[in-house]
């Protein structure tokens, strides 16, 4: 199954307390809310370019499925983490605290981040 495509975000759940918990500030946080955010996603067998755009916010990770990488945080600090795939439909990742699990389903892209004990769960749709 390929990730390839660009998704646009249909809801998301818990973004204002997630974000504030990360660092964010608030501004930052109230124009991201209802900005409906498009990620583009380009898959090359085990290689992954996964970028999101809010706005004029742009933010864009490469890796390479079970390679090292370093990879941009939501709040813009930058660490390294290691991408693994679960199946054919499921990327898995550890940054620094914040677990990352993005589930593929036909043309439904679910990607929920925990960090704690706070989960934000985004879902889009193919576009």
């Known amino acids: 199954m390929s990730f390839t495509g660009k998704y646009e975000l249909q809801s998301h759940e818990n973004f ?9 500030p608030d501004d930052q ?7 409906k955010s498009i990620s583009e996603i380009v898959q090359d067998g085990k290689k992954f370019k996964f970028t999101v755009t809010t706005g004029s916010k742009v933010l864009s ?7 090292e990488s370093e990879m941009e945080m939501p709040g ?4 390294k983490a ?3 795939m679960e199946g054919d439909n499921r990327l898995v990742a ?3 605290g914040l677990k990352s699990v993005t589930e593929l389903n036909g043309d439904i892209i679910t ?3 925990t960090f704690g004990d ?9 576009i």
């Open 16 to 24: 204002e307390p997630f974000m504030k918990a990360l660092g964010l």
């Open 29 to 35: 946080i109230q124009k991201g809310k209802d900005i």
């Open 94 to 96: 550890n940054m620094k």
């Open 61 to 67: 990770n490469e890796f390479t499925i079970g390679e």
């Open 111 to 113: 990607s929920t981040l």
């Open 82 to 84: 290691v991408v693994h």
């Open 76 to 79: 813009g600090e930058k660490v």
């Open 118 to 126: 706070l989960s934000y769960k985004r879902i889009s749709k193919r």
